[in-house]
């Protein structure tokens, strides 16, 4: 339902948003494309995520051919440095 609802909702995909709803629905964590954030992003998140108690999973995508290693790379950062497990 995820990837619906964030295609009919922007506001929906960002990752801070989403986790405060789910908190909101009695989750205990969220797993969505994090996609590449800055270092204030991810830490904004990682510190919301531990001080709710929650845990983030990073959906990340493998790279298609060469040319897509950069973007994979950059994404693991942002997954890494939001403290997110990467799946």
Known sequence: S???RSRQDRAFSDPQR???FCREQGAAGVQL???VRDADYT???RAAAEGQGMYVE???RTPRDRAD???FEAEVRTAAAAG???V
């Open 18 to 20: 989403f986790l405060a």
């Open 43 to 45: 830490r904004a998140l």
């Open 2 to 4: 995820y990837p619906i």
């Open 58 to 60: 990073g959906s990340v």
């Open 69 to 71: 290693v950069d973007r």
């Open 84 to 86: 997110a497990m990467v």
């Open 33 to 35: 494309p994090l996609g």
